[in-house]
């Protein structure tokens, strides 16, 4: 992946407003300047800008080197907007997987929990018999779709596990879709004894900033003939 590849896809991530990537004559990213409106906090954009590239270029680079420029203020109609939307915060939990695995095929289930009326149940197969990560991230995405009832889809873009220190980490990048706009997100989780397990966290960290927002917005209307 380029540099302007890598710099579109950051672009995508929530509340970024521009973006540029330096790297070394190896091609290797050193620092990351991007411009934000200033509707999240530096930290979450820096988690989520390491996470990308992660993710996207199987690098681990430390947030320090990411710098974060917020332009102008919020008008005050915006700031209303923000007001209402934290009216809907919301933590979704994970409190079940179960899983099956033949010669032919693989599948996985999830089950997320919003509130004690709100649950989902997610799912995501796959051809020969391997449990892969990736399946239990795609199973997390399915349920919170369900979860919002439609308002957004969501895919996962990339998967990532690396090695900080002494612990596993996996990363996951996840594409919104949400009519013609297209958001990025990342989350990351330790791998603590299952892989599965850390992915379905992972992806759910990605989105759990984000739902409050989704909330937000209006559902998907559907017209049968």
């Known amino acids: 992946m380029s540099e302007h590849d890598i710099e579109e896809l950051l672009r995508r991530v929530l509340d970024v407003e521009g973006c540029h990537v330096q790297t070394d004559a190896a091609g290797v990213i050193e620092t990351v300047h991007v411009t934000t409106r200033g509707a999240r906090s530096a930290g979450d954009v820096r988690a989520d800008i390491a996470n990308v590239i992660a993710a996207a270029r199987r690098q681990t680079l ?25 009216e809907h915060e919301v933590r979704i939990r994970l409190t079940g997987i179960r899983t099956h695995a033949t010669d032919e095929s693989a599948h996985v289930e999830i089950d997320l929990v919003m509130s004690p009326t709100e649950s989902a149940v997610g799912y995501a197969s796959a051809h020969g018999g391997v449990l892969a990560p990736d399946l239990f ?15 957004v889809a969501l895919r996962v873009i990339g998967l990532h596990r690396t090695s900080t220190g002494t612990h596993d980490v ?6 919104e879709f949400d009519g013609r706009e297209v958001r990025v997100h990342a989350g990351a989780s330790r791998i603590e004894s299952d892989a599965g397990r850390a992915a379905a966290y992972a992806a759910l960290a990605a989105m759990n900033r984000r739902i409050g927002r989704i909330l937000t917005g209006p559902g998907r209307h559907y017209r049968i003939a």
Do not use: K
């Open 62 to 86: 430390d947030p320090r080197r990411i710098q974060v420029t917020v332009i102008g203020t919020p008008p005050v109609h915006a700031e209303i907007a923000i007001l209402e939307e934290l």
């Open 170 to 175: 996996i990363s996951v990048t996840v594409q």
């Open 137 to 151: 991230a795609a199973a997390t995405l399915d349920a919170v779709e369900r979860l919002v009832g439609g308002r």
